[in-house]
């Protein structure tokens, strides 16, 4: 019963580093989302996926691409590394027939980049 | 891009006080939420509104959705130390497809015993 896993937790890149930031659900959501949280600034999507092989642009796309290869997973990569994405960075998914439309997130990614 | 005007940033309140807080749009939304996230955690979802005026209550939280379908409110009586959190509100658009959300900027609380 693990609901939406991140990894990993917390990460420290250079600037021009690249990496992968993991995301697993186990409740079979169709709809998967990347959020990135900047202080006073709430939560801004990033890429979202509504299905395998789909996905498609949120509000703050650039410098990040995803992918959606398993229904269960949603990677999201940064190929050159930047100081304005250092952030904490949300998963979520939800069911598409889900009526409360409430997602379920993971416990977030801390990223800096120096 | 749509935003949501959440207010107060943030409150300093002591235990057993009740809490207000409101989220403003310039925008028509059909969904009003409200989130909570506990420090090093994810968002937890706290109340869903669905239809202009609806009240609705969860414990010592009450929320509702604004007749012009451009705002909401959160309350919490009663406050207690585990109340301490970000609170969140996030709306749908009618426009909106896919589930997207678009959430405020967050209410810091801290409850002091």
């Known amino acids: 019963n693990a609901g939406v896993t991140q990894t990993p937790k917390f990460r420290v890149l250079k600037t021009g580093q690249s990496m992968t930031l993991l995301c697993a659900q186990d409740?079979?959501?169709?709809?998967m989302y990347w959020y990135r949280q900047d202080p006073g600034m709430g939560l801004r999507l990033i890429h979202y996926?509504?299905?395998?092989?789909?996905?498609a642009k949120g509000e703050v796309p650039d410098g990040y691409n995803v992918s959606r290869l398993k229904k269960q997973n949603f990677l999201l990569g940064l190929e050159s590394a930047a100081p304005s994405q250092t952030s904490v960075y949300f998963c979520?998914?939800?069911?598409?027939?889900?009526?409360?439309?409430?997602?379920?997130f993971g416990s977030g990614t801390r990223l800096t980049v120096v | 891009g749509q935003q949501l005007n959440q207010s107060p940033q943030s409150m300093f309140i002591q235990e057993g006080e009740d809490v207000s807080m409101n989220c403003t749009s310039s925008?028509?939304?059909?969904?009003w939420l409200w989130y909570k996230q506990d420090p090093g955690e994810g968002p937890v979802l706290l109340i869903a509104?669905?239809?202009?005026?609806e009240l609705t209550s969860n414990g010592r939280l009450t929320a509702q959705f604004g007749i012009t379908r451009k705002d909401s409110f959160l309350n919490i009586s009663a406050s207690i130390p585990s109340d301490v959190g970000i609170y969140f509100c996030?709306?749908?658009?009618?426009?909106?497809?896919?589930?997207?959300?678009?959430f405020g900027q967050g209410t810091i609380l801290t409850v002091h015993p």
């Open positions: 925008s028509i939304f059909n969904t």
């Open positions: 996926s509504v299905g395998e092989g789909t996905t």
């Open positions: 979520a998914s939800r069911r598409l027939t889900e009526i409360n439309y409430g997602y379920t």
């Open positions: 409740m079979n959501h169709e709809y």
């Open positions: 996030a709306g749908q658009l009618e426009s909106t497809s896919y589930g997207k959300l678009t």
């Open positions: 509104l669905y239809k202009a005026g």
